[in-house]
């Protein structure tokens, strides 16, 4: 694993890569949401108790679990980070970090939309809910730390120790709901007894989920290609720099007494 991250960390080889992949995820992610949305909005029933409500789930549950995927992701880059200590982890992790809070985020709002006509108010404290504000809180804090160090690798490591943290709350997210009891309806796919949503509503929440999915691959590919650029170019002003220096340095032994 890690003679691949040497492998990626070459910025022209990474460019080489990523550049055909990226209109290939976007255009997967465009068509995929245009049909989603059409199946989502008008091919998929309203739900028996839960009426046209229901229809936000299309949107809040690929973004819950787009949210999850991503933060493990971010705490695979970060142990990559701190056991190689190699860049490569620490820029993929900066990548997946803000996109990752968003859906979150995303998350936390389209929960509350769904959740006010259902249980007759915007928040409660239950498990689920409150352990997906906690993974949104560890997103904004391994932003916080990465970026709050006048040395980049010092808030790198302090980043990936937060990040590796707070994949405990991991599993609490996703078995919340069979822990305890919650308000939250339990799972409906990813469960032992096998899936417990009908297919008119499956296959639209697949269709919305393969286009998050893509969407999240382009905008990462996106972010690491402009992180690698950008210390390309600091790598490329600090050599300037000494090599200026070196003559001025030499010139004042030479004058010196």
């Given at each position: 694993m890690a003679g691949f991250f040497d492998f990626m960390a070459n910025p022209t080889r990474f460019q080489a890569i990523?550049?055909?992949?990226?209109?290939?995820?976007?255009?997967?992610?465009?068509?995929?949401?245009?049909?989603?949305?059409?199946?989502?909005?008008?091919?998929?029933?309203?739900?028996?108790?839960?009426?046209?409500?229901?229809?936000?789930?299309?949107?809040?549950?690929?973004?819950?679990?787009?949210?999850?995927?991503?933060?493990?992701?971010?705490?695979?880059?970060?142990?990559?980070?701190?056991?190689?200590?190699?860049?490569?982890?620490?820029?993929?992790?900066?990548?997946?970090?803000?996109?990752?809070?968003?859906?979150?985020?995303?998350?936390?709002?389209?929960?509350?939309?769904?959740?006010?006509?259902i249980w007759g108010t915007w928040w409660v404290w239950d498990a689920r809910l409150t352990s997906m504000l906690v993974l949104f809180f560890f997103f904004i804090g391994y932003i916080a730390l990465a970026n709050g160090f006048e040395r980049r690798e010092r808030g790198a490591r302090m980043a990936a120790i937060l990040a590796l943290v707070g994949c405990v709350n991991l599993p609490i997210v996703k078995f919340s709901v069979d822990w305890w009891h919650t308000l939250h309806q339990p799972a409906s796919i990813l469960r032992s007894g096998g899936v417990a949503i009908d297919s008119s509503m499956l296959w639209p929440l697949m269709v919305m989920f393969?286009?998050?999915?893509?969407?999240?691959?382009?905008?990462?590919?996106?972010?690491?290609?402009?992180?690698l650029a950008e210390r390309r170019l600091e790598a490329r002003l600090h050599q300037s720099k000494r090599a200026h220096q070196k003559p001025s340095e030499e010139q004042n032994r030479k004058l010196a007494p």
């Open positions: 990523a550049k055909p992949l990226r209109p290939f995820c976007l255009a997967l992610a465009v068509m995929c949401f245009a049909y989603g949305l059409y199946l989502s909005l008008f091919a998929s029933p309203a739900d028996y108790q839960q009426g046209e409500a229901v229809r936000i789930m299309y949107v809040h549950v690929p973004a819950a679990w787009i949210g999850l995927s991503s933060y493990l992701g971010l705490g695979i880059c970060a142990l990559f980070y701190l056991v190689w200590r190699h860049p490569l982890g620490d820029i993929a992790a900066r990548a997946i970090a803000p996109i990752g809070a968003g859906f979150a985020g995303i998350t936390l709002v389209t929960g509350s939309l769904w959740g006010y006509p393969a286009g998050f999915q893509a969407f999240f691959i382009w905008i990462v590919l996106h972010r690491m290609g402009w992180i």
